[in-house]
């Protein structure tokens, strides 16, 4: 099992193996998956930010990405 996010059209997941995959609801299809290394295996924190157009993914090595919510491009990484 992993993380959970809805944007009430997709359901994001942490796949527990490689960062987050996103499904179309009803159909449960994987349409697009935002890379994240994995260290240590454990569900990711998410956040959809719709209106911004991200997705934020905590990690597990004191770090967080963000990716644009549509492509599913790499945007930035921040320390923390």
Not at 5 to 29: A, E, P, T
């Amino acid at each position: 099992s992993g993380n959970t996010s809805l944007d009430g059209q997709h359901l994001f997941v942490s796949n527990l193996r490689d960062g987050i995959d996103k499904y179309v609801l009803l159909q449960m299809h994987c349409v697009q998956s935002y890379h994240h290394t994995i260290l240590v295996n454990v569900p990711l924190q998410m956040s959809v930010t719709q209106e911004a157009g991200w997705v934020i993914v905590g990690g597990d090595n004191g770090f967080t990405q963000i990716f644009e919510y549509q492509m599913g491009a790499f945007q930035e990484k921040l320390d923390h």
